[in-house]
């Protein structure tokens, strides 16, 4: 393996693991992008990435800059580390009712946290929008600059997967891939990943996972962008309108995703099979699940393992405040996990 430069060189390059039992119930390959493994320990290192890097070409970012950016907090620490790695500052916007683990590990990274309240996407101090007034008022002080991310709308958020998810996922498969299936935060995962594929072989079936009280699974499924009914504990997914970056993915269906469905998931993978992985991955694996079941057997299906269930030790890994959201908690749970609520 060759020698990286900096920790910027390590982000991606993540393994695929077959998933086993998800494999076995449905008689496809059902395979795992491993992206907890990157530096920051998500998928959103590559979007921290390429957001930084190609604003660097471009000039809009000066050494001592300051990168802003709203998040659940993976894309927070993503643009944390590398900005550390490139000499920048980081400012996030974070809902406070993300998980105390995101937020400590954005401290630690030396990230400035603002954490402002979970307000819907209508309402003017929403975070996405407080976090845009937050660059525009800093833009007038900082002498070296401000970035502000602004993952959803910003392209480069997309083209980090459409230059590496896509292509890794294609070489690390020899091109033996039926179906790729993944949740939408941003959508940029998607976006990318979806048209890189789809660039190599139209006939690749793309496909959403999304949890209740979100618009992707209508978006995809039936063309308008409405808000399925219900609520979800998953963090760094849900998306309830159209972007300029889901904008650009090639989706061929969708699948809805219960909670249930997908903590039991997370629940097995972690008894079975020694992954421990957060919320999001549980919809995106029962999501492949459901897709492999749809095509049939002897297929092989790829999906993301967006982070790791340290990140969650407070919430689904937690039996008090999985019980709190009437969701089920396995035995084993309660005599592993040490945490009250
Ligand atoms: N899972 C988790 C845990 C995330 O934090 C995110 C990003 N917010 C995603 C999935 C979705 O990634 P994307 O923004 O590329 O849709």
Redesign the pocket.
């Known amino acids: 393996m060759k020698i990286n430069n900096d920790v910027i060189e390590a982000i991606g390059h993540t393994p695929l693991i077959k998933l086993k039992r998800a494999s076995e119930e449905t008689g496809c390959t059902i395979l795992g992008k491993a992206e907890f493994m990157n530096p920051g320990q998500?998928?959103?290192d590559r979007?921290g990435k390429w957001m930084i890097l190609e604003a660097e070409k471009r000039g809009d970012l000066k050494p001592g800059g300051l990168v802003v950016e709203a998040?659940?907090?993976?894309?927070g620490i993503g643009l944390a580390v590398v900005a550390s790695a490139r000499g920048y500052r980081t400012l996030i916007l974070i809902p406070e009712t993300q998980s105390q683990e995101k937020k400590d590990m954005l401290r630690l990274c030396g990230a400035e946290l603002v954490e402002v309240p979970a307000l819907p996407y209508s309402n003017p101090n929403n975070y996405q929008h407080v976090g845009k007034r937050l660059a525009e008022r800093l833009r007038k002080s900082e002498p070296n600059g401000v970035l502000f991310a602004d993952?959803w709308n910003n392209l480069d958020?997309?083209k980090a997967?459409y230059e590496s998810t896509g292509p890794e996922i294609w070489e690390q498969t020899n091109g033996k891939v039926d179906g790729f299936i993944?949740?939408?935060?941003?959508?940029?995962?998607?976006?990318?990943t979806s048209r890189y594929l789809k660039e190599k072989n139209k006939g690749i079936t793309i496909a959403c996972a999304d949890p209740h009280g979100f618009a992707m699974y209508e978006l995809f499924k039936h063309g308008v962008a409405k808000s399925t009914p219900g609520d979800s504990i998953?963090?760094?997914?849900g998306?309830g309108r159209v972007t300029p970056?889901i904008e650009t993915a090639e989706v061929d269906d969708a699948f809805l995703i219960a909670d249930e469905e997908a903590v039991k998931v997370i629940y097995e993978l972690l008894e079975h099979e020694g992954l421990c992985l957060?919320?999001?991955?549980g919809i995106?694996v029962a999501g492949a699940i459901r897709l492999a079941k749809q095509l049939g057997p002897g297929h092989t299906i790829v999906t993301?393992l967006?982070?790791s269930g340290n990140?969650y030790q407070s919430k689904l890994f937690n039996p008090a405040f999985m019980r709190s959201k009437n969701l089920p908690v396995p035995e084993w749970l309660e005599k592993r996990s040490k945490i009250e609520l």
Do not use: M, P, W
């Not at 998040?71 to 894309?75: C, E, I, L, P, V």
């Not at 993944?182 to 990318?192: E, I, M, R, Y």
């Not at 957060?278 to 991955?281: I, K, L, P, Q």
């Open positions: 998500s998928v959103k979007a998040t659940a907090g993976n894309t993952q958020n997309a997967h993944c949740s939408v935060g941003t959508g940029g995962t998607l976006a990318g998953t963090e760094g997914i998306l970056v957060g919320g999001s991955t995106n993301i967006c982070d990140r």
